[in-house]
């Protein structure tokens, strides 16, 4: 009877340990989900900002009728090299997205159109620096006299831990030239976090000048 009971306590004694050792490994898997949701929440709260503008389209895009959208593309020329200002937005582009297909075009920062509240005509790039996205996107939609449904606004801090975060990408570069003291040769070039501000802000060693810049950023 004792013998019967001495083993009957060690087996209690053992399912004990095996449920409390689940309970902690749950509560580790609760306490580590949560932190990923709560920093994924953040995350997002802290780079999603409503911008109020005229829009052109009357009703939402319904994304379940697979129907077609716009993302106007902005980057700005601050966020390294000590910048910290509001800057301009030298790289412009609207992505056309079709259940079929994806179109890149990209818009000349020189590009002279009218801001509304400024007189006369300034360069597009500006209408950021005057009025931030809301300038920007009433001043891109009735230069293209299109709907812009989105958009992305990212400084060159941003493009590289956006870099970092997708990883090494393949481009089929045209021009072999050396910026910052980084070297592309002709033919395929991998891009990543370390050279994409060296690749995308280019302009002074290609003959199409801004031309041959906005092909890289695209690509």
Not at 153 to 168: D, F, R, T, V, Y
Request: charge should be positive.
């Amino acid at each position: 009877m004792s013998n019967h009971h001495h083993h009957h306590h060690k087996k209690h004694v053992w399912w004990k340990w095996l449920l409390g050792i689940v309970c902690v490994f749950l509560l580790v898997d609760g306490v580590v989900l949560a932190k990923f949701y709560f920093s994924a929440k953040d995350a997002v709260d802290r780079s999603f900002k409503k911008v109020n503008y005229k829009k052109k389209r009357e009703n939402s895009v319904d994304m379940s009728k697979k129907q077609s959208f716009s993302v106007l593309l902005l980057g700005s020329d601050t966020g390294e090299y000590g910048r910290t200002y509001r800057g301009r937005t030298d790289t412009i582009m609207v992505a056309a997205v079709t259940p079929s297909q994806t179109t890149l075009v990209s818009i000349p920062r020189d590009t002279l159109v009218h801001i509304e509240g400024h007189p006369g005509n300034n360069k597009i790039n500006a209408a950021y620096s005057y009025d931030g996205m809301t300038g920007a996107l009433n001043t891109i939609q009735s230069y293209l006299d299109i709907p812009i449904d989105h958009y992305v606004e990212l400084n060159m801090k941003g493009l590289e831990q956006l870099s970092n975060a997708i990883g090494p990408v393949q481009v089929d570069n045209d021009l072999e030239f050396t910026s910052l003291g980084k070297h592309f040769s002709k033919g395929t070039v991998t891009i990543d976090s370390s050279n994409i501000l060296a690749y995308t802000r280019m302009r002074h060693e290609d003959a199409r000048g801004d031309y041959g810049r906005q092909m890289r950023q695209r690509l």
